[in-house]
């Protein structure tokens, strides 16, 4: 059975400092989507950035990027230069390309930044 | 510029009511998922549909049934509501998974179930 593990259920970082959030996943896919939600304490599921699991380059988008490691199985979410707005629940989730696939989500990290 | 609606942002019911969760979607998606959201078990997929009239179960799909007669419209349906069912409810939609920006989420339904 697929499944992501994100093994930080909480995490505390001093603003302005860089923080890794880990993640990792199992399946036997060939092709596969990574993504990265941010969820703050309103509900909405933010999307943050995207790995597709073919591409050679490391997603980055703005602040964020994604530290791909295929033979690992491992999609860690790094957030430079941390703000207090960044305060939020992360989840780590994995799509399937096929028709009839699903989207799967870890159980998330907590991240708490620190003034 | 809204994409996934969700009847209600909050909701409460007694035990043993049937109690129906509407998402709507304007983006012509033929995925559609519901999830609820516990505090340490992350997202759980209850059940998804990927066209119209059909459904697949998630990974609790227990106490829960689904409904998707058109392509915009996926109900989750509480046949009798139990306290075990009070949770945030999330439903999502997408034209293809695992591809990029093509996951929408609604705002998600807080249920609490007397």
């Known amino acids: 059975a697929q499944k992501i593990t994100q093994t930080q259920p909480g995490m505390f970082v001093q603003e302005k400092e860089a923080v890794t959030l880990d993640c990792t996943y199992d399946?036997?896919?060939?092709?596969?989507?990574l993504f990265w939600y941010k969820q703050p304490s309103s509900g909405e599921m933010i999307f943050l950035i995207y790995?597709?699991?073919?591409?050679?380059q490391n997603a980055t988008e703005g602040r964020y990027s994604l530290n791909f490691q295929k033979a690992r199985k491992s999609a860690n979410l790094v957030i430079s230069a941390s703000q207090l707005g960044d305060s939020a629940m992360y989840f780590c989730?994995?799509?399937?390309?096929?028709?009839?696939?699903?989207?799967?989500f870890g159980k998330g990290t907590r991240l708490h930044i620190l003034p | 510029d809204v994409k996934v609606t969700q009847s209600s942002r909050y909701l409460v019911k007694r035990t043993g009511e049937k109690v129906f969760l509407e998402c709507v979607q304007d983006?012509?998606?033929?995925?559609m998922f519901w999830y609820r959201q516990d505090p340490g078990l992350g997202l759980r997929l209850i059940y998804f549909?990927?066209?119209?009239?059909?459904?697949e179960k998630g990974d609790i799909p227990e106490g829960y049934s689904v409904s998707r007669e058109k392509k915009e419209r996926f109900s989750l349906i509480l046949e009798s509501a139990s306290t075990n069912q009070t949770s945030m409810y999330l439903c999502?939609?997408?034209?293809?998974?695992?591809?990029?920006?093509?996951?929408?989420f609604g705002p998600g339904t807080r249920l609490t179930v007397l």
């Open positions: 983006m012509d998606h033929e995925n």
């Open positions: 790995q597709g699991s073919y591409d050679e």
């Open positions: 399946t036997s896919d060939q092709s596969y989507g």
């Open positions: 999502a939609s997408s034209s293809s998974p695992g591809l990029a920006g093509d996951n929408f």
């Open positions: 989730a994995k799509g399937g390309m096929n028709r009839d696939d699903k989207i799967i």
């Open positions: 549909s990927y066209d119209v009239k059909m459904k």
